[in-house]
């Protein structure tokens, strides 16, 4: 008898296991940015693990754990020494850094090799090493995607002059398509470039002297902030001049502090703030910096703490669904030896099939493995603070005519937030 329900058991265990029963399974998360008075993206991978756990769908996905490493400088040889540290653990896919790229780098390298997604949520990489089969995952828009955002406010705003201020070397790629906008046409850019004392005083008095009144900056929060300052103190926050901001922190930016309510100030968001946990989110990281901070470091939520909180969401709706099929097994791998992660190209191409709402809206890739189908959220100063409209990104590159068109009725609609497809 106890052999019979033994055998019985056996088979109930191996029905479960074979048609995609519950399992755990383990994410590595590298943060450069893991302090609790910082981005809070630790907090962010921690709020969406604790959410996963919880859900009423747990016997499916079973429990989700997720190792934090923590990179204390952008090297390329420590990275490599952590990233064989993470591969010997067993992981489905690795998450971040949102910023460090040598050793974004070697990231995309080991897994890539040994066939582990790997779900970047730092900026766009300007050369990418592509494997045959595999590539990485970009949660944040593309550099092109951006640049023709530009471009077509440059285009409504009738703005045949225009001056790009570039806090980093990098700018010039980065902005690439807007450059060739330029190239195509008879307006004129003129590129300035911050020296080592990022002061930008200097460059915005040539700007200034040049009478030039449309400034695009491109440039992290904290730097477009110090430039808002500068114009201030120079007089160049008035009705004669329009700004646009790169960054998709737009909203971090303290502009109660610095901007007067005729200048034009326009930047980009892809935040989803009607999202079930949105508010939840921002709440949970103001109450960390309370209680950790001596002032909250940001206005508003980082970037990258959101995408982090996406990313999480995306690798266990991918594991989810490949896990119906296939009983998904991480396994321990080794720098050493050239074997790779059986399922590592099956869970990228349903990490590449994966479509849900996240806290920075529509989350889709495209088959390189970049962000599409998003909602790209203009946002504008006004004398009630931000507002905001949005249009939705497809193929930005295929409608550039439509997009203008798009840009337009936002403009003359400032309240106007609705969903736009084509």
């Known amino acids: ?104 780098s070697i990231i995309s390298n080991i897994c890539g090799e040994k066939e582990v997604p790997y779900v970047k949520v730092a900026p ?80 915005l008095k040539e700007i200034r002297d040049d009478k030039t009144p449309t400034i695009i900056v491109d440039a992290n929060a904290t730097m477009s902030h110090i430039i808002l300052e500068r114009a201030s103190e120079l007089g160049m926050l008035s009705v004669y001049y329009t700004y646009i901001f790169t960054s998709l922190e737009f909203s971090l930016l303290r502009l109660d502090d610095v901007a007067d309510q005729r200048v034009n100030i326009v930047g980009f968001s ?31 939520t980082p970037l990258s703490s959101a995408l982090l909180f996406d990313a999480v969401y995306a690798v266990v709706a991918a594991v989810q669904e490949l896990n119906r099929s296939q009983n998904v097994g991480a396994t321990q791998l080794s720098c050493k030896s050239s074997k790779i992660w059986e ?35 203009i946002m504008q100063n006004s004398k009630d603070g931000l507002r905001q409209g949005m249009y939705h990104l497809e193929s930005m590159q295929h409608c550039f005519e439509d997009l203008l068109c798009k840009l337009k009725e936002l403009v003359s609609n400032p309240e106007l937030v609705s969903h736009y497809d084509y």
């Open 343 to 377: 399922h590592g190209t099956s869970l990228m191409n349903y990490l590449r099939m994966v479509e849900l709402e996240g806290l920075t809206g529509h989350i889709e890739f495209n088959s390189k493995g970049q962000r599409s189908n998003y909602a790209l959220r």
């Open 1 to 104: 008898m106890l052999t019979a329900w033994a055998l019985l058991l056996f088979l109930a265990m191996w029905v479960r296991s074979t048609f995609g029963g519950p399992l755990s399974f383990r994410i590595a998360a590298i943060l450069d940015d893991p302090m609790e008075c910082s981005r809070g993206e630790r907090l962010a991978i921690t709020l969406a693990k604790d959410s996963i756990n919880r859900s009423s769908n747990r016997s499916i996905t079973g429990k989700l754990e997720v190792d934090i490493f923590e990179l204390l400088r952008d090297s390329e040889y420590e990275m490599g020494e952590t990233m064989c540290q993470i591969m010997s653990k067993g992981v489905v896919a690795v998450l971040g850094p949102s910023a460090s790229p040598a050793s974004n």
């Open 270 to 300: 892809v935040f989803n703030k009607t999202h079930p946990f949105f508010q939840d989110f921002a709440l949970s990281l103001n109450r960390s910096w309370q209680e950790n901070c001596d002032h909250a470091p940001f206005a508003g």
């Open 124 to 203: 766009e990489d300007i050369l990418k090493v592509h494997f045959p089969r595999f590539t990485t995952l970009d949660l944040r828009p593309t550099n092109t995607d951006i640049s023709l955002a530009v471009a077509g406010l440059l285009t409504f705003f009738n703005s045949t002059t225009a001056c790009l201020i570039c806090a980093q070397a990098d700018c010039l790629l980065n902005l690439e398509q807007l450059l060739r906008q330029f190239l195509i046409s008879k307006e004129t850019l003129s590129v300035r470039m911050l020296d080592d004392s990022q002061d930008p005083t200097p460059l």
